[in-house]
């Protein structure tokens, strides 16, 4: 039997952030019609504002605790954007800012300025946050009786987390 040598921690762990936005992303195209509208309450968020939610939270997490690698937040923080597509434009942007921030902070031995005591912190802590969220967009969906199923998402959703990449 073969094994194969341990790829660096580093890149293990920027590539779970990065299939964290591949599945976000997924999970917003495998929308129903209609879906971005949907709430869980009235008063309370649409599943569009929570993507954009988590678009900011990326941005100002980078803005608050890696500032010298520059850029300001977008000043909307819930913001109901309608178009699928400018929503998964915003998250492959944002993550590739948090992704380049983190490996910046690295890179130059910086601190982070506001939290975390290591930038890989922050990282598992959007992480966290944006799975959070994933749940409560399907729940939302749930409520307003237009569920999406993991049949039906499983493989986009799921299965980009246990897909094996190294044979």
Same mark, same amino acid.
């Given at each position: ?7 660096p ?14 599945i ?6 495998? #929308?129903?019609?209609? &879906?971005?509208?949907?709430?869980? /309450? $009235? ?6 504002? =929570?993507f954009? *939610? ?9 803005f608050e605790?890696?500032?010298?690698f520059?850029?300001?937040p ?14 998964a434009h ?12 983190? #490996?910046?902070?690295l &890179?130059?031995?910086?601190a982070? /300025? $506001?939290?975390?005591?290591?930038p890989?912190? =922050?990282?598992? *802590? ?13 729940l939302a969906?749930?409520?307003?009786g ?9 493989r986009v ?11």
């Amino acid at each position: 039997m073969t094994t194969l040598p341990d790829p660096p921690l580093l890149e293990v762990l920027l590539d779970s952030w990065d299939r964290n936005n591949a599945i976000l992303v997924n999970l917003l195209r495998a #929308l129903p019609e209609g &879906a971005l509208e949907v709430r869980a /309450r $009235e008063d309370g968020p649409s599943v569009a504002e =929570m993507f954009t *939610h988590m678009h900011y939270v990326r941005l100002v997490s980078v803005f608050e605790n890696a500032p010298y690698f520059g850029g300001e937040p977008p000043e909307v923080e819930w913001l109901h954007e309608r178009d699928v597509d400018r929503i998964a434009h915003m998250l492959n942007d944002s993550v590739k800012q948090v992704r380049d921030a983190v #490996l910046c902070t690295l &890179a130059t031995k910086q601190a982070m /300025r $506001e939290l975390y005591d290591h930038p890989i912190l =922050m990282l598992q *802590h959007l992480i966290w946050h944006e799975g959070y969220h994933h749940g409560q967009i399907k729940l939302a969906l749930k409520l307003a009786g237009r569920p999406v199923a993991d049949r039906d998402v499983g493989r986009v959703t799921w299965g980009v987390w246990m897909r094996k990449t190294r044979t």
